[in-house]
Structures are given as C-alpha cells and as structure tokens.
C-alpha cells in the first residue's frame, strides 16, 4: 500500500516562502506522476503541480506560475513544493498525490493515492 505523508506546512507572512515536502513508501515512486493539490475551506480541492516520473514534464495552475516550483529526489521518494511570494488566497490544506499510471494529469480523480495534508495559512 502507498503512503504519502506531507510536511512542512505552516504560519507565513504575505511574500514568505514556504517549502513542503511529501515523502512516499511502500510502491514504485520513480515511476509515478507526483501532484499537489489545495483545497481552502468551502471550496472545492483544485489542482496545484504536477512533475512526471523522470522529472522532465511539469504544469502549474496558473495562480501560481512563476511562484511555486515543483521538484523531486526519485532516490529519496520524495516531492517538493517550493512557494515563493506568497499571498492570503494560497491559504489551503495542501496534498500531495500520486498517479501510478504516470500521466499528465490535473484532475483530482485520476490521481490514485493521497497524503493526508498539510496546513499552510498566510497572513495578510
């Protein structure tokens, strides 16, 4: 069974950074597309990043192009997210998600596996 466990979630203040990290366990990391995801309180869970098994695909929503990166180490079964200039609107939980099939993918429901979340709240 596939773990996802995230961390690194916390208190900022706007244009802070915050980096999270979601380690895996227990399948086939280097082989999966790795996503992040955020859902704010009474909205619907939306799609964040997404980076390939090998590292060489990427897509970011576009709220958070050119501020957030995503990132692997496949030798440590773990992806990041780095966000950068943060903003009160990127407050969320943050998931962390996997798709074994290793697509393309933003939709929440193709992805297969997911972490439990992590807080992230940015203070205006």
């Known amino acids: 069974q596939v773990q996802l466990v995230e961390s690194g979630g916390g208190l900022v203040q706007a244009g802070g950074s915050l980096r999270l990290s979601c380690a895996a366990s227990?399948?086939?990391?280097?082989?999966?597309?790795m996503g992040w995801f955020r859902q704010a309180p009474g909205k619907e869970r939306e799609f964040v990043a997404l980076?390939?098994?090998?590292?060489?695909?990427?897509s970011y929503a576009a709220s958070v192009k050119g501020r957030f990166t995503i990132s692997r180490d496949n030798s440590r079964n773990t992806v990041y997210l780095q966000m950068n200039s943060l903003k009160p609107e990127d407050t969320a939980v943050y998931y962390c998600a996997a798709d074994r099939r290793g697509r393309i993918v933003t939709a929440s429901g193709r992805y297969d596996y997911w972490g439990q979340g992590t807080q992230v709240t940015v203070s205006s």
């Open positions: 980076m390939t098994s090998s590292g060489s695909g990427t």
């Open positions: 227990g399948g086939t990391f280097s082989s999966y597309t």
